[in-house]
């Protein structure tokens, strides 16, 4: 019988943990934070957790969506930052805001199949860090003058300046191949879909109340280490109200006049911060007496053809759900928690809609009817993003390591473990969603 690290056969990724920093709403108090700064710190309060202290991991991924050139190898120099043994692999990844989810679903298949024993997934971003690049003519003079080998040479170079080249580039929340952001793509979808301002403004408020009494009843205190004299996403309103949320002018979608619907009230904030999950086998865990919350069950993803207007940019988990869930042979009604990352209230309630819609089962899914409906006492019940806030990259790993606690909390339902479903749609008409169960504490038995 060959060893479980050895088998070629599939055996279970399990979620131990996770670690994550407050989220900072950016221009705040990780102004002076870089991305590698806020991952090396949320790869240590993981380590701390759970003793792991100048151990060999068998690999650890993450990566940013917004990154400097000086962070090419992010993630290895946040793992030679921090308190894991330097002989622990690391690499960058990149899926715009799934990138948290992507790096838990290939390492978790890397444990699956017997390649890797434990791993550590996460993300990080910095919107206040944000890289600015130099305009194509000044980099053009920079890389030349570089090249010059005489005074003459370089001063006739930097002659070729002009002001338009000291311009910055900066980096936006714009798509490259329609020039429209992502709140602007995300407007005409919630138009489409004739999603109400009151339903987004229901939903953020919903988000922050949920998230508030989660921190109340003390759901984050292991899963979250104080940085920088925050001990608490700085986005949270626990105070806002439904009136205030409706007091809020449109930020998105004012071409569409009086059919504007998004505020910054339910529009996620720009956001700094960063997550982290510790991954293992049965087996890694066992030894070390450490806790199985929840199994890494599938994941899938799918992309939407939105340069051509076919579907909105944010809609690919629309597709990508039904997808899994049929794979795994499973309905909307087999979840018991539903994490569907808000990236604007619409996104959401978009998602919903195009399920619950006939035409769309029929025409894009190719069902008989609609999809089905989610069950809303079962959304984000610990909050989201719009409460949270989202540090691109950083979201995927906030939300697995919430709903692996949830699902341990809940233990089984009907006699078999509870099931939970997560959601993040992604720039580039991208989505990435993935199934989790809780890890069976005992045969039978209620957690
Ligand atoms: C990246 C991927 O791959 C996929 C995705 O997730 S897509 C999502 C990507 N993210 C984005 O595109 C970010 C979008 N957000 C933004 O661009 C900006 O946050 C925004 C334009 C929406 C708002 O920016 P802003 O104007 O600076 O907002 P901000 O000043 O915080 O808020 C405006 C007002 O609303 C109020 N407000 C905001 N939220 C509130 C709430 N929940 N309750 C009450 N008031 C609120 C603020 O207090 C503020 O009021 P005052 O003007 O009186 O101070």
């Given at each position: 019988m060959p060893s479980a690290a050895q088998s070629p056969g599939v055996r279970k990724a399990v979620v131990i943990g996770g670690n994550r920093i407050p989220f900072a709403r950016s221009?705040?108090?990780?102004?002076?934070?870089?991305n590698q700064d806020m991952l090396t710190a949320a790869l240590d309060g993981l380590i701390a957790r759970f003793g792991l202290q100048g151990e060999r991991i068998g690999e650890v991924a993450a990566g940013a969506?917004?990154?400097?050139?000086?962070?090419?190898n992010l993630t290895r120099e946040a793992v030679l930052g921090?308190?894991?043994?330097?002989e622990t692999p690391s690499y960058d990844l990149q899926q715009a805001c799934a990138t948290g989810l992507e790096t838990v679903l290939g390492l978790a298949n890397k444990i699956k199949l017997g390649q890797i024993d434990s791993a550590v997934a996460g993300g990080v971003d910095s919107a206040s860090d944000a890289p600015i690049a130099v305009s194509e003519g000044l980099r053009e003079v920079l890389l030349d003058l570089n090249r010059a080998k005489t005074l003459p040479a370089r001063l006739k170079i930097l002659a070729?300046?002009?002001?338009?080249?000291?311009?910055p580039d900066a980096p936006g929340?714009?798509?490259?191949?329609?020039?429209?952001s992502m709140g602007e793509h995300q407007a005409l979808t919630t138009a489409q879909w004739k999603i109400t301002r009151e339903a987004q403004d229901e939903l953020a408020y919903a988000s922050h109340r949920n998230l508030a009494a989660a921190y109340e009843r003390g759901f984050f205190d292991d899963l979250l280490t104080p940085y920088r004299g925050l001990s608490?996403?700085?986005?949270?309103?626990?105070?806002?109200s439904l009136e205030k949320l409706a007091s809020l002018k449109p930020?998105?979608?004012?071409?569409?006049?009086?059919a504007a619907t998004m505020t910054a009230g339910n529009s996620t904030p720009l956001t700094d911060g960063a997550a982290t999950v510790l991954l293992g086998s049965e087996e890694w865990a066992d030894e070390r007496g450490?806790?199985?919350?929840?199994?890494?069950?599938d994941g899938e993803a799918a992309a939407v053809d939105f340069v051509h207007g076919?579907?909105?940019?944010?809609?690919?988990p629309a597709f990508a759900v039904p997808r899994l869930l049929a794979r795994n042979g499973l309905?909307?009604?087999?979840?018991?928690?539903f994490e569907i990352?808000?990236?604007?209230a619409g996104t959401v309630l978009s998602t919903l809609a195009a399920w619950e819609d006939e035409d769309f089962g029929r025409d894009?899914?190719?069902?008989?009817g609609a999809f089905g409906a989610v069950d809303?006492?079962?959304?984000?019940v610990n909050g989201?993003?719009?409460?949270?806030?989202?540090p691109f990259a950083a979201t995927g790993g906030r939300i697995v390591a919430s709903l692996a606690k949830m699902l341990h909390e809940r233990g089984t339902v009907d006699g078999r473990p509870a099931r939970g479903l997560v959601s993040i749609c992604a720039a580039g008409g991208q989505g990435v969603v993935a199934i989790l169960e809780a890890y069976p504490s005992a045969e039978g038995e209620q957690v």
């Open positions: 221009g705040g108090a990780y102004t002076k934070s870089s969506v917004l990154k400097h050139s000086r962070d090419f921090s308190a894991l043994s330097a070729r300046l002009r002001p338009k080249d000291i311009a929340t714009g798509e490259p191949r329609t020039g429209l608490r996403d700085s986005n949270l309103r626990a105070d806002t930020v998105f979608g004012k071409s569409l006049g009086a450490l806790p199985k919350l929840a199994t890494v069950v076919k579907d909105g940019l944010l809609m690919a309905t909307l009604g087999d979840i018991d928690f990352h808000e990236a604007f894009r899914l190719g069902l008989s809303r006492g079962k959304l984000n989201s993003s719009l409460a949270a806030g989202h």
